[in-house]
């Protein structure tokens, strides 16, 4: 008699990974040229969707790309060292406090690894980033979420309520993502003067560079405690498609603990290559903000004609409420050939990245029907 030998369904087998990982939904990133095709058929489009700095980077980063990819066979530098040095000539500080990352997402990820035990808690504000309760979820952190305010700037007297208890991690996001909005030096200093120094503060800076307000390092020095600043090239630098983001810590001993789970080669040769040209061009890194800033004024502009409610943006993009609710206007400008990002925000927000004038001019031209109720 033949014997079938009898395998269990699938769905009996208990899950490989871990149950955390159950609660973690994975990050949405903006729609692609590609997907935006496929939808729309048709290819001239303005990719106003991922905030990426549309400007391009220096002219320089090219070249020095080339060059890096003589030798592809050799692995890059495991430390970035010729980076970090120039990083720390630029900002002032000990190269030895200074780590690379593959984005400020990979910082993140190093960060919350490093220093978040399962059941410690995250002190955050949404909607922010959603690469923390990712990340954090990841660590099996406990989330703790102070909402912000109906204009989203973050409610800084009940955040000091939750900083002053102490969390392993607390994050601030300036100017914050998807929001555009940016704290103040008095707002960072009063939530520090209220957080023990056990506290792992960690700030987002990844559009610094559109908002240079204050000295973030010189308020976390005073504060006394573990810090980072994370802050990356994919912004302001355009160098998104290579992937670089760095930190600047307190202290060499926690940028030592990050190399202990960093991977080795975790930033390429030509990625470590671009990012020193484009940090050496402080003249094109000028004209791209401004211009980007003056951009970003003119589409304000109109959308305060059409009486379209949005935040005060310090960042490269606006955050607006769309009375056509954000897929149907996200729909509409697809059509039109302008991909933006509709967000989950309650309300009907959308996040709209400024691009070069004339991605704007179409932009301008499209709003009023894709708003419209």
Known sequence: MLVVDQKPLASAVPSPVRAALETVQ?????????????????????KLA????????????????????????????????????ALATSLAVDPARIVVSPGSEGLIDYLFRAVIAPGETILLSTPTFPAYEIFGRCAEATIIDVPRLANFDLDVEAFKVEAAKGPKLLVLCTPNNPTGNALTGVDIGEILAVTPRSTVVFVDEAYREYHEAFNTFALLEAWGGPWVSARTFSKA?????LRVGYGVASSAELVGYLDRLRPPFNVTAASQAAALAALADVEHLERTVAL??????????????????????HANFVFLKTPAGPEATSERLLQEGLIIRPTPVAGGWVRITIGRP????????????ALAH
């Open 26 to 46: 994975p990050y949405k990133s903006g729609m692609t040229l590609a997907e935006a095709g496929r939808r729309a058929g048709r290819s001239d489009f303005s």
């Open 50 to 85: 991922s905030n990426e700095n549309l400007l391009g980077p220096s002219p320089k980063v090219a070249e020095a790309v080339m060059a890096a990819m003589a030798h592809p066979e050799i692995y890059p530098d495991p430390y970035s060292e010729t980076l970090r040095n």
């Open 237 to 241: 630098y355009g160098l998104a498609g």
């Open 292 to 313: 980007t800033i003056a951009e970003r004024g003119r589409v304000e502009t109109a959308l305060a004609a059409l009486g379209i409610e949005h935040t005060r943006s």
């Open 358 to 369: 004339a991605d704007n001019d179409r932009l301008i031209a499209a709003l009023p029907a």
